[in-house]
């Protein structure tokens, strides 16, 4: 069974200030993460995803994710924040493989962006 | 090209009442699910659809059906509605199940029942 974990319900950081998400995941097999945004009154956004290969992900908007196994983590960065990125983020896990497998969502953190 | 569209976009209930809620997407999509978001929990999979034709339960199914009208509807039905199932509820489409196929979402549709 997988889990994720993200620290800190509510971020608020001043305009043009870096941007750190945390996200710590548990799995028992190597995991797919991805990243979601959502926007006010909207639907979940794919920001993101780390499968294989590079462990540094880009993203949309100018985030970026790095997968670390050796602290199970992968948090959100983004080097300066704009007002436009307030929102909710969320970090999910789950398993490669065909067929459906399950896709664990953390409990999501609201991002401030601070004028 | 309207991506997911779920309908409505709001609704209130009185205990014991029925409702559908509606999702349509055009992408071509052929793997469709249903979830419910709550404050503090993230997102949880009511059902989801593979493929036309096939639904599965998922988390937390219980005091729910759905219905795959076609490749593009995918229905959520509650038969007799209760408190605890206040929520706000996604529809999503991906490609196919595999965990490599995006999941794109639909803006949601926020049920309170009294």
């Known amino acids: 069974a997988q889990s994720v974990t993200q620290l800190g319900s509510h971020v608020s950081v001043s305009e043009g200030a870096l941007v750190l998400l945390r996200c710590n995941y548990s799995s028992s097999v190597p995991p797919y993460l991805f990243w979601y945004v959502q926007y006010p009154n909207q639907g979940l956004q794919l920001l993101l995803k780390?499968?294989?290969?590079?462990?540094l992900v880009k993203g949309i908007n100018g985030f970026e994710a790095e997968f670390k196994k050796s602290e199970t983590s992968f948090h959100l960065t983004k080097p300066s924040a704009h007002m436009s990125d307030a929102a909710e983020y969320f970090c999910?896990?789950?398993?490669?493989?065909?067929?459906?497998?399950?896709?664990?969502f953390g409990t999501g953190t609201k991002l401030q962006v601070i004028p | 090209n309207a991506g997911v569209t779920q309908t409505p976009k709001f609704q209130v209930l009185k205990t014991g009442q029925s409702m559908t809620l509606q999702c349509a997407q055009d992408m071509n999509h052929n793997s469709m699910y249903w979830y419910r978001q709550d404050p503090g929990m993230g997102l949880r999979l009511i059902y989801y659809?593979?493929?036309?034709?096939?639904?599965d339960k998922g988390e937390v199914p219980n005091g729910y059906n759905v219905s795959r009208l076609n490749k593009r509807e995918f229905s959520l039905r509650l038969e007799s509605a209760a408190p605890s199932q206040t929520s706000v509820y996604f529809c999503?489409?991906?490609?196919?199940?595999?965990?490599?196929?995006?999941?794109?979402f639909g803006p949601g549709t926020r049920l309170t029942v009294t």
């Open positions: 999503a489409s991906s490609e196919g199940l595999a965990t490599l196929y995006e999941q794109y």
């Open positions: 999910a896990v789950t398993i490669p493989g065909w067929g459906y497998q399950k896709v664990t």
């Open positions: 780390y499968t294989t290969g590079a462990t």
């Open positions: 659809s593979a493929s036309e034709g096939t639904t």
